[in-house]
């Protein structure tokens, strides 16, 4: 089946740490893959985006490649800042049939000052 | 520019009671869906519609129901709510076509249930 798998959070940084969160993913077919992110109260909203094999997704300084042959998207980003501390949910949606996307379980980060 | 509109935001039930979450968008997005969040098991499908009069089951329908009478609203209808169904529940919405599908889902705030 279709699945997504996050590293095991929580996860606790300091501010200007270097962060990555990993995913991984398995799916039948060629998968477009997304990152989305929650703030506190909030619904999710995206974060980034990638289509195909190599692509690159970025905005506001976080980072994801999409690599194949390793099936994974890993979220980085250089230097964090408090307003990062969010949860980070890794999502893939298959190409066929409805617009229909599959999450990972979410990965809690709080930066700390 | 509401957006995805939810409510209520939080309620209590008692098992056995039934109840409505009501999920409205003003965006005129063609697919709506509803999940539920559940602690460390990220977002679960429950039901989707591709447009007003069709719906579909997502991962994870049973005990609950949906209609989609018109594009702007998605109701979810618990009729026996049992302590299984305490959860966070988001309604989400999206806009599929031909040459525009960027894959992105637009949420609710979140409706937070509580059965007893």
């Known amino acids: 089946g279709n699945s997504v798998t996050q590293m095991e959070g929580p996860v606790t940084l300091s501010e200007e740490a270097f962060l990555t969160i990993n995913c991984t993913y398995t799916a039948t077919g060629y998968p477009s893959l997304f990152w989305y992110v929650q703030y506190p109260g909030e619904g999710l909203q995206l974060l980034l985006k990638a289509t195909k094999a190599d692509d690159k997704g970025s905005n506001k300084g976080f980072e994801a490649t999409y690599r194949k042959e390793t099936t994974s998207f890993h979220l980085e980003k250089g230097s964090v800042q408090v307003s990062d501390s969010a949860v980070y949910f890794c999502a893939l949606r298959l190409i066929q049939g409805a617009q229909k996307l599959v999450f990972g379980q979410g990965t809690r980060l709080t930066i700390n000052p | 520019n509401a957006g995805v509109t939810q409510t209520p935001k939080f309620r209590i039930l008692k098992i056995g009671q039934s109840m409505t979450l009501q999920c409205a968008q003003d965006m005129n997005h063609n697919y709506m869906y509803w999940y539920r969040q559940d602690p460390g098991m990220g977002l679960k499908l429950i039901y989707y519609?591709?447009?007003?009069?069709?719906?579909d089951k997502g991962e994870v329908p049973n005990g609950y129901n949906v209609s989609r009478s018109t594009t702007e609203d998605f109701p979810l209808r618990l009729e026996l709510a049992a302590p299984s169904q305490t959860s966070v529940y988001f309604c989400?919405?999206?806009?599929?076509?031909?040459?525009?599908?960027?894959?992105?889902?637009?949420f609710g705030e979140g409706s937070r249930l509580t059965v007893l």
């Open positions: 989400a919405s999206s806009y599929l076509r031909a040459g525009a599908n960027t894959g992105e889902l637009f």
């Open positions: 519609s591709v447009g007003a009069g069709i719906t």
